[in-house]
């Protein structure tokens, strides 16, 4: 392993296809399959947010993972270096600067949502639900966000947490935790979901995830969907520019994303699924927002024998997930750090995570002492997860579509991603260029020009 290489990212650890797809798919599934694709579906009136969604990931999503995946291997270096490497001339490398400041801006409430899982699992191990009916999941949480020193407590153990897994360098072990994991939890999942549909009531929560009522779109719900396709794949931000400068020259970089997406959005509709039968069978309201997966989980397990073994599992196998998106996410400052600026890996680390924690007091607080503090209209959690998702990552998505399209063009891109000609692949690639090129560019900008009132339609 070369000096500067990350510790679980060097070049032979993805030596296979599956390291490959492991590594990609545990920074894609994390929170925003359990806990934002639920909530914001809730928020945005449901079906349609979802049709939306839908398209904003295979239009949009797929094409700029796809992108980063070129990047990534033709430069094999960091999301900034990477820019630099492939056109010395001109400040594209701005694009992986954006990155890097949308790693932290997440983190900031990311680490507050995971702390938010992690203490659930105590909870639900300790029997907080054991005494209650399944419709009073909401006030054991309130109370818990309410009050400022738990919750601020649970963010500063998830940061240490996943800043000692770096620096031990123990990621790799993670990894493999993950790739083990991943298939339990999806199982898990599949009981809620059986649990859920069998409820009374259930069917109107499926109605109301599948039956989508158009009257409800409007520029801002278009932009969440893009927000949170972007969020969800964990693109737009060097991630995954980062990850394909270690996927070996052999791999079907198109492929891998394909898989990536179509799994990864499955993970979101089960989830989905478990999680508004509920809301509809226990008269809970579908749009409580970042509340959501934390009031209804509860109550679907509490309705289910052997519950609380479940549901303390499910806690554990999310607690897992989030864990894996987070190191993906301190990865990016980290590796640009240590690269660019010959930082040590530790020092690099303690450092990022710091300001992580420091910063993301003020997420925290949103739900406490802060709740009344606004900026823009907005709490600090929603500033901090609005302007990363819905303005910093869309931003990338333009500037990295425009980057494959233009500058590396047709040539580089035909040669790279179809590993010089031996996969039987152009015509697909044909369409690719047409999208990145043009389409998603585009896309991209209408939605946020609209959605920020600059022009609107
Ligand atoms: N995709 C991760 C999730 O859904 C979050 C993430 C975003 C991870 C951006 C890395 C980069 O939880």
């Given at each position: 392993?070369?000096?500067?290489?990350?510790?679980?990212?060097?070049?032979?650890?993805?030596?296979?296809?599956?390291?490959?797809?492991?590594?990609?798919?545990?920074?894609?599934?994390?929170l925003?399959?359990?806990w934002k694709?639920?909530y914001l579906?809730g928020q945005?009136?449901?079906?349609?947010?979802?049709?939306?969604?839908?398209?904003?990931?295979?239009?949009?999503?797929?094409?700029?993972?796809?992108?980063?995946?070129?990047?990534?291997?033709?430069?094999?270096?960091?999301?900034?270096?990477?820019?630099?490497?492939?056109?010395?001339?001109?400040?594209?490398?701005?694009?992986?600067?954006?990155?890097?400041i949308s790693a932290f801006l997440i983190m900031f409430f990311y680490t507050d949502v995971a702390g938010w899982v992690y203490s659930y699992i105590f909870k639900s191990?300790s029997?907080a639900f054991?005494?209650i009916?399944?419709?009073e999941t909401a006030k054991v949480f309130n109370s818990f966000i309410s009050s400022p020193y738990a919750p601020l407590f649970w963010q500063w153990v998830v940061l240490v947490v996943i800043s000692?897994?770096?620096?031990?360098?123990?990621?790799?072990?993670?990894?493999?935790?993950?790739?083990?994991?991943?298939?339990?939890?999806?199982?898990?999942?599949?009981?809620?979901?059986?649990?859920?549909?069998?409820?009374?009531?259930?069917?109107?929560?499926?109605?109301?995830?599948?039956?989508?009522?158009?009257?409800?779109?409007?520029?801002?719900?278009?932009?969440?969907?893009?927000?949170?396709?972007?969020f969800?794949?964990?693109?737009?931000?060097?991630?995954?520019?980062?990850?394909?400068?270690?996927?070996?020259?052999?791999?079907?970089?198109?492929?891998?994303?394909?898989?990536?997406?179509?799994?990864?959005?499955?993970?979101?509709?089960?989830?989905?699924?478990?999680?508004?039968?509920?809301?509809?069978?226990?008269?809970f309201k579908?749009d409580a927002g970042a509340s959501l997966l934390f009031i209804t989980i509860p109550?679907?397990?509490?309705?289910?024998?052997?519950?609380?073994?479940?549901?303390?599992?499910?806690f554990?196998?999310s607690a897992?997930?989030a864990?894996?998106?987070m190191?993906?996410l301190l990865?990016?400052?980290?590796?640009?750090?240590?690269?660019?600026?010959?930082?040590?890996?530790?020092?690099?680390?303690v450092l990022s995570a710091l300001v992580m924690g420091v910063i993301g007091i003020l997420a925290t607080l949103s739900t406490s002492v802060l709740s009344k503090t606004l900026v823009l209209g907005k709490t600090f959690f929603d500033l901090f997860d609005f302007v990363s998702s819905n303005i910093c990552?869309?931003?990338?998505?333009?500037?990295?579509?425009?980057?494959?399209?233009?500058?590396?063009?047709?040539?580089?891109?035909?040669?790279?991603?179809?590993?010089?000609?031996?996969?039987?692949?152009?015509?697909?690639?044909?369409?690719?260029?047409?999208?990145?090129?043009?389409?998603?560019?585009?896309?991209?900008?209408?939605?946020?020009?609209?959605?920020?009132?600059?022009?609107?339609?």
């Amino acid at each position: 392993m070369g000096k500067h290489e990350p510790y679980h990212l060097h070049r032979e650890g993805f030596a296979t296809s599956l390291g490959v797809l492991a590594a990609t798919l545990g920074s894609a599934v994390g929170l925003g399959n359990i806990w934002k694709f639920p909530y914001l579906t809730g928020q945005n009136g449901g079906a349609a947010f979802v049709l939306l969604y839908l398209v904003c990931v295979f239009f949009i999503g797929l094409p700029v993972m796809i992108s980063e995946f070129i990047i990534g291997r033709r430069a094999k270096a960091n999301c900034v270096t990477a820019f630099q490497k492939l056109e010395p001339n001109r400040p594209w490398y701005l694009t992986g600067v954006i990155g890097v400041i949308s790693a932290f801006l997440i983190m900031f409430f990311y680490t507050d949502v995971a702390g938010w899982v992690y203490s659930y699992i105590f909870k639900s191990a300790s029997g907080a639900f054991a005494s209650i009916h399944p419709s009073e999941t909401a006030k054991v949480f309130n109370s818990f966000i309410s009050s400022p020193y738990a919750p601020l407590f649970w963010q500063w153990v998830v940061l240490v947490v996943i800043s000692v897994i770096i620096i031990a360098g123990v990621t790799k072990g993670i990894e493999r935790m993950t790739k083990t994991l991943l298939p339990i939890l999806f199982v898990l999942l599949v009981i809620c979901d059986i649990r859920a549909l069998t409820l009374p009531g259930a069917a109107k929560g499926v109605a109301y995830l599948f039956k989508p009522d158009l009257t409800k779109i409007t520029g801002a719900v278009v932009l969440s969907a893009l927000g949170l396709a972007f969020f969800k794949l964990s693109v737009g931000m060097g991630c995954m520019t980062t990850y394909g400068s270690y996927i070996g020259n052999n791999e079907n970089m198109p492929r891998n994303a394909i898989r990536v997406v179509l799994a990864d959005t499955f993970v979101s509709i089960l989830a989905g699924l478990a999680i508004f039968p509920t809301v509809f069978a226990f008269g809970f309201k579908p749009d409580a927002g970042a509340s959501l997966l934390f009031i209804t989980i509860p109550a679907v397990f509490k309705a289910m024998p052997g519950g609380q073994i479940f549901m303390v599992l499910f806690f554990v196998l999310s607690a897992i997930a989030a864990t894996g998106a987070m190191i993906s996410l301190l990865e990016v400052p980290v590796a640009y750090l240590s690269e660019q600026h010959n930082w040590s890996r530790p020092a690099a680390t303690v450092l990022s995570a710091l300001v992580m924690g420091v910063i993301g007091i003020l997420a925290t607080l949103s739900t406490s002492v802060l709740s009344k503090t606004l900026v823009l209209g907005k709490t600090f959690f929603d500033l901090f997860d609005f302007v990363s998702s819905n303005i910093c990552l869309p931003l990338g998505g333009i500037f990295i579509c425009l980057f494959v399209g233009w500058v590396l063009g047709r040539r580089v891109v035909l040669d790279e991603a179809s590993n010089h000609g031996r996969l039987n692949n152009e015509a697909f690639l044909h369409i690719y260029l047409v999208v990145v090129r043009y389409v998603a560019p585009v896309a991209i900008l209408i939605v946020l020009l609209n959605a920020l009132g600059i022009f609107k339609f």
